[in-house]
């Protein structure tokens, strides 16, 4: 079978810049510039995660500079009127946090991102310590992984797995991780099978299955070799 996918553990940033409670407003954008980061963590305790200041958090402060921070939305939360007047990492953070967990998969990640809109991910334990950082740009480093590296895999765990009495027969190409197999099989309903397991393989970026079913004379010579 193919392997485990890569986790989030893999590809995390585990030096990490973070904030506390009482950080101050320029605090928090001097910290952001010099590390080059969008978001960041807020901290207390021993490390636990309570929430992430981003940017989109800073900027109601000029957005609204003329306004009344006093202000609350229609469902009784401080509005973005509101968030100007605040000085503080504790009352600019999002919060809950929205985190991910060491042992999630790449693609778990990636989802969490889209569905939440964010940009990155604090990675924390089972009681929220913070453990490390993934970004957008960490998910995409599985893409790095040279050709000869997904070819062997996609021979190893999906080629001798699905196919193991035609695998001298499967052809396996891979350039800029495009995968192409070719060659004759006994079994054509196991075609999209190969084209779902090779997409699983961390790196692969798209599947082309040039497979065509083989005679029943050639199935024997595959059975007997």
């Given at each position: 079978m193919p392997q485990t996918p890569h986790i989030v553990s893999d590809v995390m940033t585990q030096t990490v810049?973070?904030?506390g409670r009482d950080a101050q407003f320029k605090e928090i954008v001097?910290?952001?510039e010099q590390w080059s980061v969008s978001a960041i963590p807020v901290l207390e305790g021993e490390g636990r995660v309570i929430g992430v200041v981003?940017?989109?958090d800073l900027l109601p402060k000029e957005e609204f500079r003329d306004s009344d921070p006093s202000l609350f939305d229609q469902r009784g939360r401080l509005s973005d009127v509101a968030k100007a007047g605040a000085a503080t990492?504790?009352?600019l953070m999002s919060t809950p946090a929205v985190t991910v967990r060491p042992g999630a998969t790449l693609a778990q990640a990636a989802r969490i991102m889209a569905v939440r809109h964010v940009k990155?991910?604090?990675?924390?334990?089972d009681v929220g310590i913070l453990q490390g950082i993934v970004s957008r740009a960490d998910l995409l480093k599985v893409f790095l992984r040279s050709d000869e590296d997904i070819e062997e895999?996609?021979?190893?765990?999906v080629v001798s797995y699905l196919f193991p009495a035609f695998s001298h027969a499967v052809h396996v190409e891979v350039h800029d991780g495009v995968v192409t197999?070719?060659?004759?099989?006994?079994?054509?309903s196991l075609i999209p099978v190969a084209a779902r397991l090779v997409r699983a393989v961390e790196g692969v970026v798209d599947v082309e299955p040039h497979l065509t079913g083989a005679s029943a004379g050639a199935a024997g010579r595959g059975d007997a070799g």
């Amino acid at each position: 079978m193919p392997q485990t996918p890569h986790i989030v553990s893999d590809v995390m940033t585990q030096t990490v810049v973070a904030v506390g409670r009482d950080a101050q407003f320029k605090e928090i954008v001097r910290t952001m510039e010099q590390w080059s980061v969008s978001a960041i963590p807020v901290l207390e305790g021993e490390g636990r995660v309570i929430g992430v200041v981003s940017e989109a958090d800073l900027l109601p402060k000029e957005e609204f500079r003329d306004s009344d921070p006093s202000l609350f939305d229609q469902r009784g939360r401080l509005s973005d009127v509101a968030k100007a007047g605040a000085a503080t990492a504790g009352d600019l953070m999002s919060t809950p946090a929205v985190t991910v967990r060491p042992g999630a998969t790449l693609a778990q990640a990636a989802r969490i991102m889209a569905v939440r809109h964010v940009k990155r991910l604090p990675v924390v334990d089972d009681v929220g310590i913070l453990q490390g950082i993934v970004s957008r740009a960490d998910l995409l480093k599985v893409f790095l992984r040279s050709d000869e590296d997904i070819e062997e895999e996609v021979r190893r765990t999906v080629v001798s797995y699905l196919f193991p009495a035609f695998s001298h027969a499967v052809h396996v190409e891979v350039h800029d991780g495009v995968v192409t197999l070719r060659g004759r099989i006994r079994d054509t309903s196991l075609i999209p099978v190969a084209a779902r397991l090779v997409r699983a393989v961390e790196g692969v970026v798209d599947v082309e299955p040039h497979l065509t079913g083989a005679s029943a004379g050639a199935a024997g010579r595959g059975d007997a070799g």
